[in-house]
């Protein structure tokens, strides 16, 4: 099993950046969606953005404009920039498959970082 590793996040006030980073152990990772998720205090993890094996990008309506999802392939990573971060941003981030990818379904999650913006 491919594990994700996450990191990051820190405490930022509202406004800054950050740049959230996520490892793959395994190439096979460079050949899938990639989905950067977002759990705020109380709420159900939701998708904020993600990226094709093609490049293709989406992102939530609540943060286009203000973040980029990208990925190195030969690093097995991919990032995201976080800008004008607003205090509804913060939440515990983690990257993963999309929703209905076997990893999710069956709760295959890395540890996440986590990200506070100070209002």
């Known amino acids: 099993q491919v594990q994700l590793v996450e990191s990051g996040g820190g405490l930022v006030q509202a406004g800054g950046s950050l740049r959230l980073s996520c490892t793959a152990s395994?190439?096979?990772?460079?050949?899938?969606?990639v989905h950067w998720y977002r759990q705020a205090p109380g709420k159900e993890r939701e998708s904020v953005a993600s990226?094709?094996?093609?490049?293709?990008?989406n992102y939530a309506d609540s943060v286009r404009g203000r973040f980029t999802i990208s990925r190195d392939n030969a690093k097995v990573t991919v990032y995201l920039q976080m800008n004008n971060l607003k205090a509804d941003d913060t939440g515990r981030y983690y990257c993963?498959?999309?929703?209905?990818?076997?990893?999710?379904?069956?709760?295959?999650w890395g540890q996440g970082t986590q990200v506070t913006v100070s209002s």
């Open positions: 993963n498959e999309g929703p209905a990818s076997d990893r999710v379904v069956w709760g295959y």
């Open positions: 395994g190439s096979i990772f460079n050949y899938v969606d």
């Open positions: 990226i094709g094996r093609d490049g293709t990008t």
